[in-house]
């Protein structure tokens, strides 16, 4: 079993920035890709960024070039550096990490909240 837990959400204005943590804990030798979701009221779960144990990223496209994600193998941990950030970007986001022995199971956090005014 894995547990994820966020942290670092919050409010911020427009053009501001937000630092985003999920520590991973339990049997976290079955992860190896790890990511970030967001959901906003009335909108599907969206891919925010996943990158891999060995540092490969991928970014969804409304965030490309202004969200850099990051992790710390040592800790278990992911990040998720967010810059000019826009109120489009309002959600709750979620770590998640698909277990890698098991691919039909995945991991959630129980989200953090991001608000960005205008």
């Known amino acids: 079993q894995v547990q994820l837990v966020e942290s670092g959400g919050g409010l911020v204005q427009a053009g501001g920035s937000l630092r985003l943590s999920c520590a991973a804990s339990g049997s976290t030798y079955r992860l190896n890709v790890m990511g970030w979701y967001r959901q906003a009221p009335r909108n599907q779960r969206e891919l925010v960024a996943s990158?891999?144990?060995?540092?490969?990223?991928n970014y969804g496209d409304s965030v490309e070039g202004r969200f850099t994600i990051s992790r710390d193998n040592a800790k278990n941990t992911v990040y998720l550096q967010m810059n000019s950030l826009k109120p489009e970007d309002t959600a709750v986001y979620y770590c998640h990490a698909p277990d890698t022995l098991a691919p039909r199971i995945g991991y959630w956090g129980q989200g953090t909240q991001v608000t960005v005014s205008s």
């Open positions: 990158i891999s144990s060995g540092g490969s990223a």
